[in-house]
């Protein structure tokens, strides 16, 4: 077993503190069901996803069914893989990871499995919700008031374990996946109030306002730094590298809390908003790039020299697969929010290009790599299979850049078609065709990723215990 | 001074906070503030002064629409915002005449705004008046029938049910017509 010390520079943790840590201390028992719950929703949403991307091509599919149609699936598919898998799989890799980084355990484990009943509640209740067409019509804040509500409970409680923990930490620095994770539960607390409360009492274009502010960081502080988080910890970890640069991740991490919050117009660009504040968002969109740079060039140079690590090891090629769409991703959104381009590319089929390399590319490879590592160790025995795992991961990415290419030359070519008003509409519905049909061959690659990768951990969640000797064999 | 960060969560948690709330007050409190067209309804009967007209609340008819509108996720499909391109205003236009730009104003009683953020159809924010129930009818029922090629999905529960119909029939309408921009009053009902 690696000590926790190895993920931060030599010197910067007390040797004697590292040495009394005792792995043996933690339960488990919320990681264990985030993580299996998340996974399962995972897989449900991926037929989801395969369908709505079916309809582009067939749009008369399943066509007079009122809870199947296209606008109720489309909300089920986006709050389905934020809310049910994404984000519960990171609260899962957090109750595994904070405690360990604290050299304690974690604060309460009943209040986690309390937490993690109320998450399975909520996600049940918007998948009924959802179907029936109950909708506040605004997006990633669809669901009704009374699931709103508990999504704030669920979060404080979660918040509670997780500070908690932090306050009766062993290692008096907190190291910068602590810091991402505590980012995350504040920022989040605030970006969902505004996204889901503060939106119900206003209208037009000031309640757009609070729903892009929400929407945009329901991704840029929420999501990110979550990911992060998780990258912080498991790209060292995996490797057995110590970080590259803590002043890095300082910049990194403190640019992102400053910049991020700004940039809610750019979804309105060319819109009914006023022209100052599309300035302003313009500005801090491609300040962005400060933030992203800093942390990817860090997970580089962490890399450095241990880049042959990639051949076999399968958390790794998904954290640095997900570094790279981390790159890409946040290259795109801010030259996309430069008015030129963006003049092109919005509202086009390039901005789901866009998007599912964020939330997918980079997100949830960074959440897959943690599950495959933390998995087989909170349940003392080895992978299920890892030649299975190989598969899932490629999978994924040839799905993955399959869906992301060809959304983004097609989008491209849509935006250049409707800039000229000669082009009837239709054309250009017509034109994008073999487009859709690519990108649900694509999924169909995505999906073959989610089932291996879900088979994957459920039967080593199932399976038989006690391989860990072969386990720490074969990570040897 | 951020290096107290690392040890204090205190200090942390002060910080992160800071930090956070300068964009995000100036952001989201202040343009209200600065801009007072966000909340005053569009009006102006001077023509010199541009298009003319006025913005009128919703009935409970158009809002019944609205809010079918809602339901069914048309707003995943349909922007509706006219922006400042000259192809938007081309494409939203009638008969050789542009369609004038979407301005704060025209919202004001929109709740929830449904200003989209993808186009598979095309924008709505100037389609009221443009075609009659008639047509809307047909295209619910199944729009390949109208328009070949389209992926729009088929609503046959809202064209077989005639209260939901009229009343998202009703709402259609009202888009755009705040600005009554079309010359002549050339509008289908």
Redesign the interface.
């Known amino acids: 077993m690696q000590s926790e010390a190895t993920i931060r520079r030599a010197g910067e943790i007390p040797v004697s503190a590292a040495a009394r840590y005792n792995e043996s201390i933690h339960q488990d028992t919320t990681a264990r069901l985030f993580l299996a719950s998340s996974i399962t929703y995972f897989f449900i949403v991926g037929i989801v996803a395969l369908v709505i991307a079916a309809?582009?091509v067939w749009?008369?599919l399943m066509?007079?069914i009122?809870m199947l149609?296209?606008?109720?699936l489309?909300?089920l598919h986006v709050n389905g893989m934020l809310f049910g898998w994404l984000l519960a799989a990171d609260m899962g890799l957090m109750y595994y990871v904070v405690p360990r980084l604290c050299g304690v355990r974690l604060w309460s484990e009943k209040l986690g499995i309390a937490t993690a009943a109320l998450w399975n509640v909520i996600i049940l209740g918007a998948v009924v919700t959802l179907l029936l067409?109950?909708?506040?019509?605004?997006?990633y804040a669809e669901l009704p008031l009374p699931l709103d509500v508990l999504v704030v409970v669920a979060w404080v409680m979660f918040g509670a374990n997780i500070?908690m923990t932090?306050?009766t930490r062993k290692y008096?620095?907190?190291y910068v996946t602590i810091?991402y994770c505590?980012?995350t539960i504040?920022?989040t607390a605030?970006v969902y109030l505004?996204g889901n409360f503060?939106?119900l009492f206003?209208?037009?274009?000031?309640?757009?306002?609070?729903?892009w502010?929400y929407v945009h960081n329901a991704v840029g502080?929420i999501f990110t730094p979550v990911g992060l988080a998780i990258a912080y910890y498991f790209i060292p970890k995996t490797s057995n590298n110590p970080l590259h640069s803590h002043k890095l991740s300082?910049i990194g991490f403190?640019s992102l809390?400053?910049?991020?919050?700004?940039t809610?117009?750019h979804?309105?660009i060319?819109?009914?908003?006023?022209q100052w504040?599309q300035t302003?968002?313009i500005v801090?969109s491609v300040m962005l790039l400060i933030p992203v740079w800093a942390v990817v060039y860090n997970f580089f140079a962490t890399m450095r020299g241990q880049w042959q690590q990639l051949r076999d090891n399968v958390p790794l090629k998904f954290l640095m697969t997900g570094v790279v769409f981390y790159l890409l991703t946040c290259f795109q959104g801010p030259m996309h929010s430069l008015r030129s381009v963006n003049?092109i590319v919005s509202?086009?089929d390039w901005?789901?290009g866009h998007a599912h390399m964020a939330v997918l590319g980079a997100f949830s490879f960074f959440a897959i790599a943690g599950a495959y590592y933390v998995v087989p160790r909170i349940c003392k025995t080895r992978l299920y299979s890892d030649a299975l795992a190989n598969w899932s991961f490629w999978l994924f990415l040839i799905g993955g850049v399959g869906f992301f290419v060809t959304l983004w030359l097609g989008g491209f070519w849509q935006g250049w078609q409707?800039?000229?008003?000669a082009i009837p509409?239709?054309d250009t519905?017509?034109a994008l065709e073999p487009v859709w049909l690519v990108r649900f061959f694509s999924g169909i690659l995505m999906f073959g990723g989610i089932v291996t990768f879900a088979y994957n951990i459920l039967a080593t969640m199932l399976g038989p215990k006690g391989n860990q000797s072969q386990a720490a064999l074969a990570t040897a | 001074m951020l290096r107290k960060a690392d040890y204090s969560a205190p200090v942390f948690v002060a910080a992160a906070l800071g930090l956070f709330f300068i964009g995000g007050l100036l952001t989201t409190v202040v343009p209200p503030l600065m801009d007072k067209s966000w909340a005053k309804p569009f009006e102006n009967s001077d023509a010199a002064k541009g298009v003319t007209g006025k913005l009128q609340p919703y009935t409970e008819q158009q809002l019944q629409g609205r809010a079918i509108y809602v339901r069914e996720g048309c707003w995943y499909c349909h922007t509706q915002q006219t922006r400042t391109l000259l192809a938007d205003t081309k494409r939203s236009g009638w008969r050789g005449v542009d369609a004038p730009i979407s301005t704060p104003d025209e919202f004001v009683y929109d709740s929830p705004h449904l200003f989209g953020t993808k186009r598979t159809g095309p924008d709505l924010s100037r389609v009221g008046g443009k075609y009659d129930e008639q047509w809307h009818k047909a295209h619910f029922r199944n729009p390949r029938d109208l328009v070949p090629g389209s992926i729009m999905p088929p609503f046959p529960w809202i064209a077989n049910n005639e209260t939901e119909f009229q009343a998202l029939v009703a709402y259609m309408q009202t888009l755009g017509r705040a600005k009554n921009w079309r010359p002549d009053n050339d509008y289908e009902k």
């Open positions: 309809k582009f749009p008369q066509g007079t009122p149609t296209y606008g109720r489309r909300p067409g109950v909708n506040q019509g605004l997006e500070f932090v306050a008096t620095q907190m810091w505590l980012g504040l920022w605030f505004t503060a939106t206003s209208t037009g274009v000031n309640q757009a306002n609070l729903n502010m502080l300082m403190w809390a400053f910049v991020y919050v700004w809610g117009a979804h309105m060319h819109g009914p908003i006023s504040l302003i968002s801090f003049a509202k086009t901005i789901p409707w800039n000229n008003p509409f239709i519905v017509i």
